[in-house]
C-alpha cells in the first residue's frame, strides 16, 4: 500500500485559544512554502490537524522536510481506505503484515468521528483485531505500550490508518512572533541564532554587509546559501545586500586602527535599524556570543548599542564556541560556513582591537565621518533578493555552475 497523505499534529498550537486559528493558518502559509519544491502536494489544514495529501510525491522526502518546519509537533504518514468493514479488514492485514517482525506485540485503536459508520471504535477494534490475528496467529495483543499501534479513523469521506507518530521540530510557526532582522555574516555563529529565533517564531529578513572587492562573489554566495539553509524551517526569507565598502574604507583612513572593529559595527547596526524600521521589523537579531571576540565584550556590546534603542536579540550570547558549533551540525550550515571566503568583518580586522571601548572615544571618532551621508549611500544601494526552499539537486547545479564560473 502507498501512503495518500500525511497527518500533521500542532502541539504548543493547541494552547492558543481565540488565536489558535491565526497560528495556524501561517504554520500552513510555512509548509506549503517549504513542501514548494514537491508541485504535486497540497496542504491543508483544519482546528485540529493539518493534512499533507501527496498524490503521488515519495513520502520519505516530504517526511524529510516536515520534520524541520516550527509549529509542527508530530505527524503521521496514512493509508486512505474506502470505508467498508470487509476493505478495512483487508487493509489491517496487509499493513499489519509489512510491518511485523517477530515477538512484537500490537493493539488496534479506532476512533470514529462518522457516527453513521456501522461500527462502534469498540466494535471496530475487535474485528480488525481479529484480522489481524487471521493473517499473523502469532502474534499478541498488548493493550500498554504495544511495539505497534495501528490507529484507525472513520471520518465522513473515508477510512484511515496510520502506525507511526513521527516527531517535528515543535516551537512556534515562523512569523506568528513578529518580525526581526538578523544580521548575516558568513560565519557559524549568525545562522545559529537565526535558527533559534526562527524556532520562537520569529520571521527573520536577512541583512548582510558586502564591501566588493574586498569580499568576493563567493562570499555573497555563501552567505546567500547559509539563508536557503534556514527556509527549510518556515519558508521563504528576504535577503538583503548592503553595500559597505566606502564606509568601511572612510573608518580604515579617518580612525584608530584598534577602534575600527566597534566603528564598524556600529554602522551595521544604523543601517540594520534603519532596514527594520523601513520593513516593519521589530527586533535586530545576532550571532554575539558574549567574549568569544573582541567585538563581543560587554562594554562592546554597550557602546554598539548605543546607536539604537532597538531591542537586540542574542539567541547564542552564553554558549560556547562547541555548542553553537553542534547546532550548526545538526541544522547543516556548518560546512557552509566554514568555507574559506572573507566576509566585512574581517578584512580590516585590527590586530590588537579595543575590547573596552569608551562610547565617548567613540563618539568623538564619529565626528571625522559624515554618519548620515554614509549611510543614505550604503541604503540607496541596497539589494534585495527573496531565497525559497529548493531541492539537493537543485544546490548540485548551482554548486557546479559556480565551479564552472
Given at each position: 500500500?502507498?501512503?495518500?497523505?500525511?497527518?500533521?499534529?500542532?502541539?504548543?498550537?493547541?494552547?492558543?485559544g481565540k488565536n489558535r486559528m491565526r497560528f495556524i493558518n501561517r504554520l500552513k502559509r510555512n509548509i506549503k512554502h517549504v513542501l514548494s519544491v514537491y508541485p504535486a502536494v497540497r496542504v491543508a489544514a483544519d482546528r485540529d490537524r493539518g493534512h499533507i495529501y501527496l498524490n503521488g510525491t515519495d513520502y520519505h522526502d516530504v517526511a524529510e522536510s516536515l520534520k524541520q518546519i516550527f509549529g509542527i509537533q508530530a505527524f503521521s504518514p496514512v493509508y486512505k481506505v474506502e470505508k467498508d468493514v470487509t476493505v478495512l479488514e483487508k487493509a489491517v492485514q496487509e499493513v499489519m503484515t509489512g510491518?511485523?517482525?517477530?515477538?512484537?506485540?500490537?493493539?488496534?485503536s479506532s476512533k470514529r468521528s462518522d457516527h453513521h459508520f456501522e461500527l462502534d471504535s469498540r466494535?471496530?477494534?475487535?474485528?480488525?483485531?481479529?484480522?489481524?490475528?487471521?493473517?499473523?496467529?502469532?502474534?499478541?495483543?498488548?493493550?500498554?505500550?504495544?511495539?505497534?499501534?495501528?490507529?484507525?479513523?472513520?471520518?465522513?469521506?473515508?477510512?484511515?490508518?496510520?502506525?507511526?507518530?513521527?516527531?517535528?521540530?515543535?516551537?512556534?510557526?515562523?512569523?506568528?512572533?513578529?518580525?526581526?532582522?538578523?544580521?548575516?555574516?558568513?560565519?557559524?555563529?549568525?545562522?545559529?541564532?537565526?535558527?533559534?529565533?526562527?524556532k520562537r517564531g520569529v520571521n527573520i529578513e536577512a541583512v548582510h554587509f558586502a564591501s566588493p572587492p574586498y569580499t568576493s562573489p563567493g562570499a555573497l554566495k555563501k552567505a546567500q546559501d547559509?539563508?536557503?539553509?534556514?527556509?527549510?524551517?518556515?519558508?521563504?526569507?528576504?535577503f538583503i545586500e548592503v553595500p559597505f565598502t566606502e564606509i568601511q574604507e572612510e573608518i580604515k583612513e579617518k580612525a584608530p586602527e584598534a577602534y575600527l572593529m566597534t566603528l564598524t559595527r556600529r554602522f551595521m547596526m544604523r543601517i540594520t535599524d534603519w532596514i527594520r524600521?523601513?520593513?516593519?521589523?521589530?527586533?535586530?537579531?545576532?550571532?554575539?556570543?558574549?567574549?568569544?571576540?573582541?567585538?563581543?565584550?560587554?562594554?562592546?556590546?554597550?557602546?554598539?548599542?548605543?546607536?539604537?534603542?532597538?531591542?537586540?536579540?542574542?539567541?547564542?550570547?552564553?554558549m560556547d564556541k562547541l555548542e553553537i558549533i553542534d547546532i550548526a551540525e545538526k541544522i547543516d550550515t556548518f560546512n557552509i560556513s566554514v568555507q574559506p571566503f572573507e566576509d566585512c568583518c574581517t578584512i580590516f580586522a585590527p590586530?590588537?582591537?579595543?575590547?573596552?571601548?569608551?562610547?565617548?572615544?567613540?563618539?568623538?571618532?564619529?565626528?571625522?565621518?559624515?554618519?548620515?551621508?554614509?549611510?543614505?549611500r550604503a541604503v540607496a544601494g541596497i539589494k534585495i533578493t527573496e531565497i525559497t526552499p529548493q531541492t539537493d539537486q537543485a544546490d548540485e547545479v548551482d554548486d557546479l555552475i559556480a565551479d564552472l564560473l
Open positions: 500500500m502507498q501512503y495518500s497523505e500525511i497527518m500533521v499534529r500542532y502541539g504548543e498550537l493547541s494552547t492558543k510491518i511485523y517482525r517477530d515477538g512484537m506485540t500490537f493493539k488496534i466494535e471496530l477494534n475487535q474485528v480488525l483485531g481479529s484480522a489481524v490475528f487471521e493473517a499473523l496467529p502469532q502474534i499478541e495483543a498488548q493493550m500498554k505500550n504495544p511495539d505497534i499501534t495501528l490507529k484507525v479513523e472513520i471520518r465522513e469521506e473515508a477510512a484511515y490508518l496510520s502506525h507511526e507518530n513521527i516527531k517535528g521540530a515543535g516551537g512556534l510557526p515562523v512569523g506568528t512572533s513578529g518580525k526581526g532582522m538578523l544580521m548575516l555574516s558568513g560565519g557559524i555563529d549568525s545562522p545559529v541564532a537565526g535558527y533559534l529565533a526562527l547559509l539563508t536557503r539553509k534556514l527556509t527549510k524551517f518556515g519558508g521563504n526569507i528576504q524600521e523601513q520593513r516593519g521589523g521589530l527586533v535586530i537579531i545576532n550571532g554575539e556570543s558574549l567574549g568569544q571576540v573582541a567585538s563581543q565584550t560587554l562594554e562592546s556590546m554597550q557602546a554598539i548599542n548605543a546607536v539604537t534603542n532597538t531591542p537586540v536579540i542574542r539567541p547564542v550570547v552564553t590586530d590588537r582591537p579595543k575590547t573596552n571601548p569608551k562610547i565617548k572615544n567613540v563618539e568623538q571618532y564619529e565626528t571625522r565621518l559624515d554618519i548620515d551621508g554614509l549611510v543614505a
